[in-house]
Structure formats: C-alpha cells, structure tokens
C-alpha cells in the first residue's frame, strides 16, 4: 500500500469571531491526562449509486465546509494548548490532509495481522507523549483509495479529547456535512468540566499519567482479535460468582483479557508480579444532574484494579468482581474527587514506582463499546468499517494498551491489543485463549 499527500491546509473555523471568546480553562483531569494523540479510522466503501452527487471533488469540499461549521461548535479543537492551563488561539485550526491510496479498501482491511499498515493513513503519530506546546488539538487526514473508498483519519489530542469527546464531535461534523443540523443544544455546557474540577496552578510534577503510561522500552505488538456472541456468552458464565451475579459483557471480556496478558507476562518473564489493570470511567451519566457527551475533556476517572498472584490458577471470576469493585467505587461527585486528589496522585506514584521497578505489571483498557455506535454518516453512508491503527514497531514509550469496540458482526465485540513482541508471542499460540479469540477478519465482504 502507497499513500500520497496531494494536499494540506488548516481548516478554520466557520466564524471569525472566536478570538473574542475567553481562554478555554482545562480541568485538573486534564491536566492529569496524557499528551498524546489517540487515533481512529472510519472506512467507507463507495456507494454503489453511480448517479451520488457527493462523489469526487463536490464530497471533499463539503467535508471541509462542514468541519469548519463543527469547529465553530467545538471551538476548543481548533485551539493551542497554553501551559497545561487553558486552550486559547482558536483561530489556528486543524491540520487537514488529502491523500491517495494505491490499492483497494478490501485488501487493506484483509490484512488484519498488520495493524501497524494503518498509520500511513494518519495524519501524525499516535501513542507517543509529545511536549510541543504548539501542537493541534486535532488532525485529519482523508484517503481516497483507487476503488473510490474513502478512509477517514482523525488524531485527537488527549489533553481536551477523551473518547467521548470525540465521538460528539464527530456526530457534528457528520451532520453538517449530510446539510443536517449539527449544533450543540446548550454550548455553556462545554467547558463545564473546569467549573466542576478547577484547575491546579501549579500542578505536581508526579502527578502527570505520562510516567506510568510512557515508560516502557519493550518493542510492542498490535493484534486485534473478535469475540463471537457465543464466546461473549461463554465467558459470562465463567465470570459468575455469590459476589456478582449479573456480570456485563464487556466486563467479562476486559477479565479474561487481563487474565490472559498476566499469564502472557508470567511465562516470558518467569516471575509471578502483581498487575494492575487501569480503565477510564466516564463520569458525565454519573453526575447529578447528567452531563451531555459534547461537554469537552478527559471526564473519567481512572479505576486502578491491583490483582496479586500468589500461584496456582487465575480465576476469571475473581478478576471480574474486582473490576466491577474499582469501576463502580470510583468516585462520581466533583467534591469527593477534588478532596481525594492528594490520595489519587499518591496512588499514581505507588503504582508508577512499582512498575518502573520491574516489580509489577500495568495494563491500560479503554471501552469504546458505548462510543461509536457506527452511525457516522457524512454523506455517503455509513461506515462498513472502524478501526484503531496499531502502535508502530519504533515506539519504544507506550505501555501494553488495549481497546474493546463493537465488531462487524452481530454482538461481536473486537479486542485491539498491544503487547511486547514476546507476550504477544505467547498469546497467540495460547490454546485456552483462543478457544474463545478468532483473529479479525471482515465478515461481510460485499459491502466493500
């Protein structure tokens, strides 16, 4: 596959009045949150009505014209980062690229033992911790392939984009461009998360994610694998136990994959270690009253699950009752968060320091499940295919990471993982793990 810029440019936002709007203040979970870019690709294969009015040059230009009118919606994505504090500037705009793809869609999309083959059609590099103060907020690349399929490529910078941000803007941006309605209901409730959760002036220098998340030196490997509804099933069963009943589907799975990459590290390192399991807790439906999905920034929490071998087998039920312990005890209310900030960022330096040290595991599990619905319709459909491009072979910073999202195919659910070579090595040559794990593969070819 050969990708070829034929274009650049920043896109702006529609209005030329946003330099009269006050800095947007971060929160201090922003301020927490990791400065790197997280990276997703919509497919969308080529209608089949050859008589489309939005083919060619005509769909490109309203893609453009229509992220101009979301950026006005979500201004802060067109913005510069100021100090860790506040996101200003947002006449600057986001990058945007144009490229051609030699090869077909379907081939790409065949090739699922080579996630790394993704990143040519980002518009920059994902997963790496970046300090450049004057980095974009987003990033957008459009691949328009020989068969006429289109890839679109977004790269949202973590400091004001969390998942949930980014599918609202998303949801705008492709209302726009289908000459839908794509504006904010209450745009006061956008940077309500600094009003909740003030910034820290001076925020401490161990308090970062960055220490945990970007220090590993171990040369990774991206997989991605589909669990069928009968392995969902399964597996939902074996995470039931007097303590929880009525497991989830998608706690039952981030069990066994916990599960499974802390028998991996075990059998390469040859040592039982402690692991933890870290997984971003949306807190918008938690709040009181609710907030909307389009309320800018990082509003999780972070639930950290400590398992602590101590021989013998790992039960998949007893990892499963202790994330559903830590993800329904992280707190939800913006004062017991802001009084238990000095015990939070303890915890962060107790689990860094462990794992810097060689003396644990950590993992990182993010739940898209609830996220893209696979409803993003720009114009020409909606996609037959969504993916997150795999960590490239010279990142040496990002630790093991994986995602959960909907698959293709009926209450499927795909699993991308990222391990060190070694671990993943083990992985898929484990015969209990595969029982249940089938490599990806597109199971609906003709709507490609």
């Given at each position: 596959m050969?990708?070829?810029?034929?274009?650049?440019q920043?896109?702006?936002p529609?209005?030329?009045?946003?330099?009269?709007?006050?800095?947007?203040?971060?929160?201090?979970?922003d301020?927490?949150?990791?400065?790197?870019?997280?990276p997703?690709?919509l497919?969308?294969?080529?209608?089949?009505?050859c008589?489309s009015?939005i083919?060619?040059s005509?769909?490109?230009?309203?893609?453009?014209?229509s992220?101009?009118?979301?950026?006005?919606?979500?201004?802060?994505?067109?913005g510069?980062l100021?100090?860790?504090l506040?996101v200003t500037?947002f006449?600057?705009?986001?990058?945007y690229?144009?490229?051609r793809v030699?090869?077909?869609?379907?081939d790409?999309?065949?090739?699922?033992d080579?996630l790394?083959a993704?990143?040519?059609?980002l518009?920059?590099?994902?997963?790496r911790?970046?300090?450049?103060?004057t980095t974009?907020?987003?990033?957008?690349?459009?691949n328009?392939f020989?068969c006429?399929?289109?890839?679109l490529?977004l790269?949202?910078?973590?400091?004001i984009?969390?998942?949930t941000t980014?599918?609202a803007?998303?949801n705008s941006?492709?209302?726009f461009?289908?000459g839908?309605?794509?504006?904010?209901?209450?745009?006061?409730?956008?940077?309500?998360s600094s009003?909740?959760?003030?910034?820290?002036?001076l925020?401490?220098?161990?308090a970062a994610?960055?220490?945990?998340f970007?220090?590993?030196?171990r040369?990774?490997m991206?997989?991605s694998?589909v669990?069928d509804?009968?392995?969902?099933t399964t597996?939902?069963?074996?995470a039931?136990?007097?303590?929880?009943e009525h497991?989830?589907?998608?706690l039952?799975?981030?069990a066994?994959?916990?599960?499974?990459?802390?028998?991996?590290s075990?059998s390469?390192?040859?040592?039982?270690?402690?692991?933890?399991?870290?997984q971003?807790?949306?807190?918008?439906p938690?709040?009181?009253?609710?907030?909307?999905?389009?309320s800018?920034?990082?509003?999780?929490?972070?639930?950290?699950?400590?398992y602590?071998?101590?021989?013998?087998?790992?039960?998949l039920?007893?990892?499963?009752?202790?994330?559903r312990?830590t993800?329904?005890s992280?707190?939800?209310?913006?004062?017991?968060?802001?009084?238990g900030?000095k015990?939070?960022?303890?915890q962060l330096s107790?689990?860094e320091e462990?794992v810097s040290?060689g003396?644990?595991?950590c993992?990182?599990?993010?739940n898209?499940l609830?996220?893209l619905?696979?409803n993003e319709?720009f114009?020409?459909?909606?996609?037959?295919?969504?993916?997150?491009?795999?960590?490239?072979?010279?990142?040496?910073e990002?630790?093991?990471?994986?995602?959960?999202?909907n698959a293709m195919?009926?209450k499927?659910i795909?699993a991308?993982v990222?391990?060190?070579?070694?671990?993943m090595?083990?992985?898929?040559r484990?015969a209990?793990?595969?029982?249940f794990?089938s490599?990806n593969?597109?199971?609906?070819?003709?709507?490609?």
């Amino acid at each position: 596959m050969e990708v070829e810029i034929t274009s650049k440019q920043m896109i702006k936002p529609s209005s030329s009045e946003l330099h009269l709007f006050k800095p947007f203040k971060l929160s201090f979970l922003d301020q927490l949150g990791t400065s790197m870019y997280t990276p997703g690709i919509l497919f969308y294969a080529k209608p089949s009505d050859c008589d489309s009015n939005i083919e060619g040059s005509q769909f490109l230009d309203r893609l453009k014209q229509s992220l101009s009118k979301a950026l006005t919606q979500f201004y802060p994505a067109a913005g510069r980062l100021k100090n860790n504090l506040f996101v200003t500037d947002f006449n600057e705009g986001v990058p945007y690229a144009e490229a051609r793809v030699t090869g077909r869609l379907s081939d790409l999309i065949q090739q699922t033992d080579n996630l790394e083959a993704m990143n040519l059609l980002l518009p920059c590099r994902p997963f790496r911790n970046i300090q450049d103060p004057t980095t974009p907020q987003l990033a957008v690349q459009v691949n328009i392939f020989d068969c006429g399929g289109i890839a679109l490529a977004l790269c949202c910078f973590h400091k004001i984009f969390d998942a949930t941000t980014a599918y609202a803007f998303l949801n705008s941006w492709a209302a726009f461009s289908r000459g839908s309605n794509g504006e904010i209901p209450n745009p006061g409730l956008l940077g309500v998360s600094s009003r909740l959760f003030p910034p820290i002036e001076l925020m401490p220098e161990n308090a970062a994610m960055k220490r945990l998340f970007f220090n590993d030196v171990r040369r990774k490997m991206t997989r991605s694998f589909v669990f069928d509804a009968n392995a969902i099933t399964t597996l939902v069963l074996k995470a039931k136990s007097k303590s929880l009943e009525h497991p989830s589907r998608a706690l039952a799975l981030s069990a066994f994959l916990w599960k499974h990459a802390i028998q991996a590290s075990r059998s390469v390192s040859g040592t039982l270690k402690p692991a933890f399991l870290c997984q971003p807790v949306n807190i918008r439906p938690r709040l009181k009253p609710q907030l909307p999905s389009y309320s800018i920034g990082n509003m999780f929490g972070l639930a950290i699950s400590m398992y602590n071998p101590v021989g013998g087998d790992i039960e998949l039920s007893e990892l499963a009752y202790l994330l559903r312990e830590t993800t329904e005890s992280a707190p939800n209310d913006p004062q017991v968060v802001l009084q238990g900030f000095k015990a939070m960022i303890e915890q962060l330096s107790h689990v860094e320091e462990m794992v810097s040290k060689g003396d644990a595991e950590c993992y990182l599990l993010s739940n898209w499940l609830n996220t893209l619905d696979g409803n993003e319709d720009f114009g020409w459909g909606k996609p037959c295919l969504k993916s997150i491009p795999g960590i490239d072979s010279q990142n040496r910073e990002m630790r093991n990471l994986m995602y959960l999202k909907n698959a293709m195919q009926h209450k499927a659910i795909e699993a991308w993982v990222s391990l060190s070579e070694k671990e993943m090595g083990f992985l898929e040559r484990d015969a209990h793990f595969l029982a249940f794990a089938s490599p990806n593969s597109y199971s609906d070819q003709s709507k490609i």
